[in-house]
């Protein structure tokens, strides 16, 4: 998805990627500030748009009024707006040259939009796209002006769902009870795995979960958590699925460890197969799983299955939490809790917590589009 400016420019606009380069200190990541200066030489073309305002007590705005990007003067003059103009991104500030001959506009991808006398000195749009949405801009003395990025993940809802739970051993008739799975019946939820040496599945999947939560947070996501306690009982696998679609979210992810065979190691991550109720996410579920494997797997250097899926993906049909989903999901088998090696890894507390980073960094790699 590009600027506005990439096509059908509006007046005053100056899309000039190269300017932003030559111009400063280019971009940066995570809350960064990306400078761009009037050093930029070449882009400076004052430009007249719409009507000076002719009355000084109410606003004037000759494009778009009412729409984003309007700009509303009040006793000064109108230099132009991107009201009314296609929009890839949202408005998200303004700024104004020191003399009020003119102003910027500047949307959330880092896209400046100039007006009046405003030189365009750079932006953080079309090929060198800010980290981050921008939430903000000033203006500096020199001319030139500063962005500001936000939180990457802003807005977003995650959906982490911890398989298992610490109560369903002991609750065979709960967890037994068949369930619609979207394509036939399972049994409402598992008992989960374990290692030889009697460490739980549900522990490390918990662990794992919050421990990626926060990472998320620490983004700007909303995190939805199935279960945050090892306490309880299910919830049964559609109410898994459910959760996450109620909360809308913008990606999903069940998080397990698996019960493979001992001679076998590594993570798989299962994506779904389209079945009717979940064909609209299939296609994004293929996209998370790329990200979430790569990332996954550059994280924590835990290689692909040797006995689960091809390069660390495999289609799944049987599992009620993928086809019942109406929001982007997955399912991460991080490691095999019945090989020694892996075992070894999943009740390390310090690896716990590089799974969930590695989740994290998969999740944030889906939303942002950065792979
Ligand atoms: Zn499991």
């Known amino acids: 998805m590009r600027d506005a400016w990439a096509t059908g420019l509006p007046p005053g606009e100056r899309g000039d990627d190269n300017a932003a380069v030559q111009g400063g200190a280019g971009r940066c990541v995570g809350g960064a500030?990306?400078?761009?200066?009037?050093?930029?030489v070449g882009v400076l073309v004052p430009v007249a748009v719409g009507a000076p305002s002719a009355s000084a007590a109410r606003p004037a705005a000759t494009q778009g009024s009412g729409t984003p990007g309007a700009v509303l003067a009040y006793g000064t003059p109108f230099h132009g707006s991107m009201g009314g103009q296609a929009l890839n991104a949202p408005i998200v500030g303004m700024a104004a040259t020191t003399t009020g001959g003119g102003y910027w506009e500047?949307?959330?991808?880092?896209?400046?939009?100039?007006?009046?006398?405003?030189?365009?000195?750079?932006?953080?749009?079309?090929?060198?796209?800010?980290?981050?949405?921008?939430?903000?801009?000033?203006?500096?003395?020199?001319?030139?002006?500063?962005?500001?990025?936000?939180s990457p993940l802003a807005g977003k809802v995650v959906t982490l769902d911890p398989g298992h739970n610490g109560g369903n051993a002991a609750h065979p008739t709960i967890v037994n009870q068949l369930v619609w799975d979207g394509t036939g019946y399972e049994t409402c939820d598992t008992t989960g795995t374990a290692t030889d040496g009697g460490y739980p599945e549900y522990e490390f999947n918990l662990n794992v979960a919050l421990a990626a939560a926060a990472d998320l947070r620490a983004e700007g996501a909303t995190v939805v958590l199935t279960r945050t306690t090892s306490t309880g009982v299910g919830p049964c696998v559609p109410v898994r699925a459910a959760i996450g679609n109620d909360a809308?979210?913008?990606?999903?992810?069940?998080?397990?460890?698996?019960?493979?065979?001992?001679g076998g190691r590594g993570f798989a991550v299962l994506e779904p197969v389209a079945d009717g109720i979940n064909n609209a996410i299939v296609g994004p579920s293929a996209t998370l799983a790329v990200d979430l494997r790569n990332e996954f797997q550059a994280v924590t250097n835990e290689p692909p299955s040797t006995y689960d899926g091809v390069d660390g993906i495999q289609p799944r049909t049987d599992l009620g939490g993928l086809n019942l989903s109406t929001v982007p999901k997955v399912l991460i088998e991080c490691a095999n809790m019945r090989n020694a090696t892996d075992a070894a890894l999943v009740v390390d507390?310090?690896?716990?917590?590089?799974?969930?980073?590695?989740?994290?960094?998969?999740?944030?790699?889906?939303?942002t589009g950065t792979p």
Do not use: C, N
């Not at 500030?33 to 930029?40: D, E, N, P, Q, V």
């Not at 809308?248 to 001992?262: N, R, T």
């Not at 799974?355 to 790699?365: E, F, R």
């Open 248 to 262: 809308h979210s913008a990606a999903a992810v069940s998080i397990h460890a698996d019960g493979g065979p001992p």
């Open 33 to 40: 500030l990306i400078s761009a200066l009037t050093a930029a």
């Open 349 to 367: 507390p310090g690896w716990q917590q590089l799974a969930a980073k590695g989740i994290a960094a998969g999740i944030t790699a889906f939303l």
């Open 106 to 150: 500047v949307a959330s991808d880092g896209g400046i939009f100039s007006f009046g006398t405003a030189p365009f000195a750079g932006s953080a749009g079309g090929t060198l796209q800010a980290a981050a949405p921008v939430v903000g801009m000033a203006r500096a003395a020199a001319g030139g002006y500063w962005l500001v990025e936000g």
